[in-house]
């Protein structure tokens, strides 16, 4: 009998609020389960790789195991060793029984937001303070994986650090471009309407050559 055929079945005497109370306590505590399940996951893959566990299993390579045997991609098997990985060495409270048991279920994080939590440690941009506002949107908001990756995206615009020569440089070739569409609509007209001689229309050809050519370089 499944666990709510024995919430039912087995509490016949009990009352209509008492039982969906027991009903909303089992949901809330499945809940957390279906956001941390993948944990187990990560930690017995994790295992299987470092030991090369596959080799015996008659498997040649690892990805070969996770994508025949247990129907998962490469990339994304990767994703879910890096991620537990990540909780071990820098997380690992995480992974304590007591980190979700304190925790409301809408505050458990997913694995999809830590591991854009993963990503943003590498980030040379971030800056202290950066990185553990997003830790604490993670780990004690609970906030989903788009949210967080749009607020680590804005971070990085605010943070990212201009190089003058590289901006010079864009400044100059916006600068040269609207000179080439100045000078072809000059060209054009000139040649329609015949208001110059046909040797300045000659040299304006050449002239937009040289800056075409020099946005191309």
């Known amino acids: ?29 499945y809940a957390k389960d279906f956001k941390t399940s993948w944990v187990n996951l990560g930690q017995a893959l994790y295992s299987v790789y470092r030991d090369k566990l596959y080799y015996s299993w008659g498997f040649e390579k690892f990805e070969y195991y996770v ?24 997380e690992p409270a995480y992974l304590k029984k007591e980190f979700t048991e304190s925790r409301d279920p809408i505050n458990v994080p997913g694995y ?10 590498g980030k040379k941009e971030l800056f202290k303070d950066d990185y553990l506002k997003i830790k604490k949107d993670v780990f004690e908001k609970g906030k989903d994986a788009a949210a967080v990756r749009k607020d ?13 020569d590289e ?21 054009r007209d000139m ?17 937009l050559d040289v800056l075409e050519m020099e946005v191309q370089h």
């Open 152 to 164: 680590l995206t804005a971070i990085m615009k605010e943070r990212k650090v201009i190089d003058p």
């Open 112 to 121: 999809e937001s830590i591991n854009v939590l993963r990503m943003a440690k």
């Open 167 to 187: 901006e010079r440089a864009q400044r100059n070739e916006a600068s040269i471009k609207k000179a080439i569409n100045a000078l072809n609509v000059f060209k």
């Open 191 to 207: 040649e329609t309407l015949q208001l110059v001689p046909e040797a300045i229309v000659e040299e304006a050809s050449k002239l």
């Open 67 to 90: 994508e025949g045997e247990l129907g998962i991609k490469k990339q994304q098997c990767l994703k879910l060793l890096k991620t537990y990985l990540f909780l071990e060495q820098d």
């Open 1 to 29: 009998m499944s666990t709510l055929g024995s919430i039912s079945g087995h509490n016949l005497g009990a009352k209509p609020d008492a039982m969906n109370d027991i009903l909303r306590e089992k949901v809330l505590e």
